[in-house]
């Protein structure tokens, strides 16, 4: 790799790969936002991004270094031999023109920040290219992320006719104004999702409290408390889950039966907990242990009894810790599945996944079934988003003194 050690090679070299990812990423995008057909050229793309990376190792200011790149990219996709071929409008080839100049005059430049023409050190070739996986890295896994949610998004938004028509088209026809979310209004109206969401809704806060009630006690008494077993406790607490799931199925499905409480929401609001438990108690003991304990010994001296110190000193501080575990089992327990699949069968009892699961019918339209995965994933994202500031809290930073 020695001959990598000069910037008149790593450069074309990062800028042919580089070019070529996002070309790629460009023409996947163009092509889902607006229905036509965007190709990254393979050849093309590699010849015109090692000419750009050669560029961005230049002597020169990145102002300029970006501008050259910019204008070359863009000329050459605009007069037809660019790294993508384009069969759409004008306005469409354009804009993709454009994202794609900006898009690498800025990055490559970034990528190959300090990387001159002459010979390199070992640092300098192995900074280009982390930077340069780096960037690939951030791609890729966005792409993984967003790429299904924006056809589950897009899928929901059109008609059957269309999705008949051209399922790989998902540009969206916003003359259609109110009526695009038509199959959301139907979900509420004819399936009765409504019921399904306050269902899930009210399961998934008394799973949080039960669980919260069981694993707060538990998980401080092995942190903190000595007694008989403690490690082996401590080490074996989530062994429930190197038992799968299915296999204790038929069991609760049997024992439910039984008692007369399956196809109950008190059934699986006594289920639910007996999965999460394990693994709340796991994350709140190592919180409880990272805790600074002189904390709890200043309150014991103070005259307040254990459970006071509890409640009023180790609480508190470990709300983080208890945001945490609460979205998680939150979550847990709105996206379950297999549990409320075999336990409820009165469509008036559904949770929100089990009433998902009765859209995916050849009878009922496929964008029924997205929508109805929308409206499943949307809650969750946004308590995740709207809790992650609070999560990440240090509450306990200054709370020992000297």
């Not at 951030?138 to 299904?148: K, M, N």
């Not at 929401?265 to 990272?290: D, E, N, S, W």
């Not at 240090?394 to 709370?399: N, P």
Request: proline share 4%; net charge neutral; glycine share 6%.
């Amino acid at each position: 790799m020695s001959f990598l050690r000069f910037g008149y090679v790593t450069g074309p070299a990062i800028g042919a790969l580089w070019m070529f990812i996002l070309a790629t990423t460009v023409s996947i995008t163009m092509s889902f936002a607006t229905g036509d057909a965007f190709r990254p050229s393979l050849i093309i793309a590699l010849l015109v991004g090692a000419i750009c990376g050669a560029v961005a190792a230049l002597e020169q200011e990145n102002r300029i270094k970006i501008a050259i790149v910019a204008v070359l990219v863009f000329v050459l996709t605009t007069v037809g031999i660019g790294p993508m071929a384009m069969e759409s409008s004008i306005l469409s080839e354009t804009f993709a023109a454009i994202s794609l100049a900006l898009v690498m005059g800025w990055s490559m430049v970034a990528i190959m920040k300090e990387v001159p023409i002459g010979p390199l050190n070992r640092h300098e070739t192995e900074e280009a290219w982390i930077r340069f996986l780096t960037g690939f890295g951030y791609i890729f896994f966005t792409a993984i992320v967003l790429i299904p949610f924006y056809v589950m998004v897009m899928t929901s938004l059109k008609s059957q006719s269309a999705l008949l028509q051209n399922p790989l088209d998902f540009s969206l026809d916003l003359e259609k104004g109110w009526a695009l979310f038509r199959s959301y209004h139907e979900l509420f109206r004819d399936f009765n999702f409504g019921t399904y969401m306050w269902t899930s809704f009210f399961v998934s806060v008394l799973t949080v409290i039960i669980t919260l009630a069981f694993s707060i006690p538990g998980a401080y008494a092995v942190a903190r408390l000595r007694f008989r077993g403690q490690k082996a406790f401590s080490r074996s607490i989530l062994l429930i889950y190197m038992v799968p799931m299915i296999v204790l199925a038929l069991p609760i499905y049997i024992a439910f039966s039984v008692t007369g409480l399956r196809n109950t929401v008190i059934g699986i609001i006594l289920i639910y907990p007996v999965t999460t438990i394990p693994v709340a108690l796991y994350m709140l003991q190592g919180y409880f242990r990272g805790l600074p304990a002189e904390v709890e010994e200043a309150g014991l001296m103070d005259g307040l009894n254990r459970l006071q110190v509890i409640w009023k000193i180790t609480l508190p501080l470990a709300l983080p810790a208890l945001a945490s575990v609460s979205l998680y089992v939150f979550m847990i327990a709105w996206n379950e599945f297999l549990l409320a699949f075999m336990l409820l069968d009165d469509p008036s009892k559904f949770t929100l996944t089990r009433g998902v699961a009765m859209l995916n019918s050849s009878e009922i339209p496929r964008e029924h079934l997205m929508a109805g995965a929308v409206i499943a994933t949307v809650p969750v994202m946004v308590l995740f988003l709207g809790l992650e500031k609070f999560m990440t809290k240090g509450l306990t930073a200054g709370s020992v003194k000297g």
